[in-house]
């Protein structure tokens, strides 16, 4: 599956869970599939660089979201 197809898929997953697609939320979605990171701060800084108003704690609560929806492991940000 491409990443384009992973992004959709979850996308999908978090609409029919009554979520919002936020920008910030895809592009912290694009920031994970598209790289690997061991930790919500290193996401942090990753994403920083694309959206400089973006907060820590939006890295934390997307990623805890994620992990609820067994869409990524938090301890690693990866995908399943």
């Not at 979850?10 to 697609?21: A, D, F, S």
């Not at 930790?39 to 994403?47: D, W």
């Amino acid at each position: 599956m491409s990443q384009e197809e992973r992004l959709q898929e979850i996308m999908k997953r978090l609409k029919e869970n009554g979520y919002r697609i936020t920008s910030q939320r895809k592009m912290l979605l694009e920031v994970i599939l598209g790289n690997e990171h061991s930790s919500c701060k290193e996401i942090y800084f990753a994403a920083k660089q694309i959206d400089k108003k973006l907060g820590i704690a939006t890295v934390y609560r997307t990623v805890q979201l994620l992990e609820d929806l067994e869409l990524v492991k938090k301890e690693m940000a990866v995908q399943l």
